[in-house]
Structure formats: structure tokens, C-alpha cells
């Protein structure tokens, strides 16, 4: 079974550091990778999409990805406390229609 | 960034009612809809997958004669969650996809269930 996996925290950082949310995936055809923001209540908000190996960068956020390790990352420099949410992993299936979603890490960004 | 919207944001029912959400791309063709629900600090639990003109995909465990989807054109998918229970009182959230799986899934508000 295809499975994402991430920490469920909570992650607390103080304000103004880096936060560092992991994910890990198991299917190994998976091709895109795609990190969401919830906030309590409210539906995922896309922030991020990587398809290559390397770093990407938007602003505050980098997001990582290394396709021999599995393994998927997101950088928040800066951490504010309006970053406090719910951060969901989600990668494709490789032969599939949909994405699997990771549990989600919980990061509280402490003032 | 595209935008889905869903209607109603909230909804109280009684038990027994039948209870339709709709679901719709605001300025792209979605040829894929999915439609997820979530309960209280838990996870995404993704219930079904639609196509425009054919037939949901349900997920193992989704009652597809309980919650009934229609995605009858590229802008529009309904869900239908027919004689409610208490226990479907939940989170339920659209996304929508313009393409291939490599493209981004966009999120609607979702909708707030409770069923008395």
C-alpha cells in the first residue's frame, strides 16, 4: 500500500526561526509532490509543488525533494505565528489518479 | 491561483434528510473532482474521485448508494448524502484538478455538516 508519512508533531518553533517539516513517501514512480496549509477549520491551501530533485524556492518557503531517499521537505524561514497550521504532504500515484496525503505535522510558531 | 468554491459552507439537517453539496470550478475545466471528508484533528479521508461524464471511483468503505456524486459538466460536481445520520456529521471538502495527476489539486472552502 502507497503510503506518505510525516511527523504529527507539534512542531513549535519560536518566531523567527526556520521551521523544517519532513515527509517521506513509499511509492517510488511518484512524480509530483505538493505541500498544503490548513488552518484549523478551513480546507488545505495549496503552497507549494516540486517535481525535481533539488531545492525550490517561493518567498519564505524552499521546498526540498530527494527522489533516491523518498524524502520530501519544507523550509519556513522566518516562522511567524500566523504560520501556526496543519501542513499536509501530498504525492501522486505513480499510476493512479489521485494523491495521498499525509497525516499532516502540526507547527505552532511560538511570539 | 484557481479557485473552487462549494455551496452551502454549512448545513443542519435532520436525521433522515438527504443533503446535496455542490461543488464548482469558478475559472477552469475540472476533469477531475474529489471529494474528502474530515473529521475533528484528523486527516484528509478521500471518499470518492469523479470524472466528468462517467461514473465515481469510491474509495473502500464509502457507501456509493449513500453518498451519491455527479459530475455532470467541467465546472460542477455534486455530492448528495442521502438519509444522514448523526454520524455523518463531518467536514466535508471538494478539490478539483484541471489535467493529468502531475497538476495541482485546488481545495473548496468545504462544507460543514451536522445532522441532528
Avoid at chain 1, 1 to 28: F, M, W
Avoid at chain 1, 54 to 74: C, I
Wanted: glycine fraction near 8%; charge should be neutral; include cysteine.
Amino acid at each position: 500500500q502507497k503510503e506518505v508519512e510525516q511527523n504529527s508533531g507539534p512542531l513549535s518553533v519560536p518566531e523567527g526561526a526556520i521551521a523544517s517539516l519532513n515527509c517521506t513517501y513509499s511509492d517510488r514512480g511518484s512524480q509530483s509532490f505538493f505541500w498544503y496549509r490548513q488552518y484549523s477549520g478551513k480546507s488545505p491551501e495549496l503552497i507549494m509543488f516540486i517535481y525535481s530533485n533539488g531545492d525550490k524556492e517561493d518567498g519564505r518557503f524552499t521546498a526540498q525533494l530527494n527522489k533516491a531517499s523518498q524524502y520530501v521537505s519544507l523550509l519556513i524561514r522566518d516562522s511567524q505565528p500566523s504560520d501556526s497550521a496543519t501542513y499536509l504532504c501530498a504525492v501522486n500515484e505513480a499510476a493512479g489518479q489521485n494523491f495521498v496525503f499525509g497525516p499532516g505535522t502540526r507547527l505552532s510558531v511560538l511570539p | 491561483g484557481a479557485v473552487v468554491s462549494q455551496h452551502p459552507s454549512r448545513v443542519i439537517c435532520k436525521s433522515g434528510t438527504s443533503v446535496k453539496i455542490e461543488c464548482r470550478s469558478l475559472d477552469f475545466q475540472a476533469t477531475t473532482m474529489f471529494w474528502y471528508r474530515q473529521f475533528p484533528k484528523q486527516s484528509l479521508m478521500l471518499m470518492a474521485t469523479s470524472n466528468e461524464g462517467s461514473k465515481a471511483t469510491y474509495e473502500q468503505g464509502v457507501e456509493k448508494d449513500k453518498f451519491l456524486i455527479n459530475h455532470a459538466s467541467l465546472t460542477l460536481s455534486t455530492l448528495t448524502v442521502t438519509s444522514a445520520h448523526p454520524e455523518d456529521s463531518s467536514f466535508y471538502i471538494c478539490s478539483a484538478r484541471a489535467g493529468t495527476v502531475k497538476e495541482t489539486q485546488y481545495f473548496g472552502p468545504g462544507t460543514r455538516l451536522l445532522v441532528l
